[in-house]
């Protein structure tokens, strides 16, 4: 069971899927980190097969040998009855999400589920009432959430209003995919897997503009959208491409706007994202828009020409330990979470994941993008 009490809560994760989200997952919580306020063992790891498994823990363990090997399943349920783990980390494609959580919850496990956390609100919704009727922790892992990026972002609009009224955010997430290279089966392609870049990487361009243009409020709390206009560049039935603009009433009068796009064609650039307020601008900077490194405040206008400029400008860059890419910051928070007998997390509720599902199905639905699941 998870450690409570005095001594550091302690997790015991099983793994689901061997692919790019589940090495990274778990090489971030086999790091060593000194000052981590909770502890986590990988106690299982579920594969298509043994082989597959078994490559996956050589390579992932090979830099932190001393960390306790989990036992590998050649299948899913091996993982869900497994009385060692007490919560299970989906990192599946899209469309097995919903599965995948059912049968985790009808083992009594908790899930960590990534994102998004289906393929539509309906299944979304199917998942969060079996979590509420069985009692268990579920959680969608919209990772970026619990970098500490957002709590900094807050104390400079919220508490210093170093930008004055947030007026204007735009946000680009450029992921160039080798669309025409990979296998139709690729989970990157193929419809039937929940492929496309609104459910793939929009999801954190409108966690961003929710956050930032929504005051923090999440889930029921989360300010009305006053409009959603959108676009979808859909081709082989995914969207390849999508734009989509929210607005929300502005505490000063009027509107304030938030312009996001996503693209698999083309590689976005390092500053990723720019706030707009009545008193200065802020510019979020980083890998990617998922993995920010940090930004920079620029409070004062920009001069009128001839004008001195009186701009002040600070840097805000996050600190992590060496090897890790900060998938560890939701991880605690899970932990944290379980130990205290929480059956969701306050900065993702699961009410937050309905409105984020519910949203993306309105700008599919306006969009003419339909997945097979959305028929069922
Ligand atoms: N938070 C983040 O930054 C990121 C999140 N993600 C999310 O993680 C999830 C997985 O993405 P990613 O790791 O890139 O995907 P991959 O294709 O790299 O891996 C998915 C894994 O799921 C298992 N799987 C089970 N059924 C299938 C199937 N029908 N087709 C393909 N794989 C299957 C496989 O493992 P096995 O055969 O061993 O069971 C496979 O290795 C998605 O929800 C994605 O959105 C992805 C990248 C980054
Ligand atoms: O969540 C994600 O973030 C990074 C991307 O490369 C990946 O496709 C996506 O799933």
Known sequence: M??????????RWGVLGTGWISTMFTTDLLAPRPDAPARHTIAALGSS?????????????AKTPEQPRPQVYADYQGVYNDPNVDVVYVGTPHSLHKQNCLDAIAAGKHVLCEKPFTINEREAQEVVDAARRKGVFVMEAV??????????????????????????????FG?????????????????????????????????????????WKVGKEHPKIER????????????????????????????????????????????????????????????????????????????QMGDADARVERVFNIEKPEGTLGFFWEADAVAEDISNDRTENATMPLDETLRMMKLMDGIRRAGGLSYPQDEQ
């Open 49 to 61: 097969s043994l082989e597959k498994g078994n490559a996956f823990v050589d390579k992932v363990w």
């Open 228 to 303: 959603v206009t959108s676009s979808l560049d859909i081709v082989n039935g995914i969207d390849e491409a999508n734009v989509v603009v929210l607005d929300y009433a502005s505490a000063s009068g009027g509107k304030k706007t938030a312009v996001c796009s996503s693209t698999f064609r083309f590689r976005g650039a390092e500053e990723f994202a720019r706030i707009e307020g009545t008193a200065g601008s802020i510019v979020l900077f980083g890998l990617g828009v998922s993995v920010p490194g940090g930004f920079r405040v620029i409070e004062g206008s920009r001069p």
């Open 175 to 215: 992921n160039k995919m080798p669309l025409d290279e990979l296998p139709a089966n690729s989970r990157l392609k193929d419809p039937a897997l929940g492929a496309g870049a609104l459910l793939d990487i929009g999801v954190y361009t409108l966690t961003y503009a929710s956050i930032i243009m929504g005051d």
């Open 143 to 172: 990772w970026t959430r619990f970098f500490p990026l957002f709590k900094a972002l807050h104390q400079e609009i919220h508490a210093k209003k170093s930008i004055g009224d947030v007026q204007r955010f735009f946000i680009d």
């Open 2 to 11: 998870a450690g409570t009490g005095k001594s550091l809560p302690h997790v």
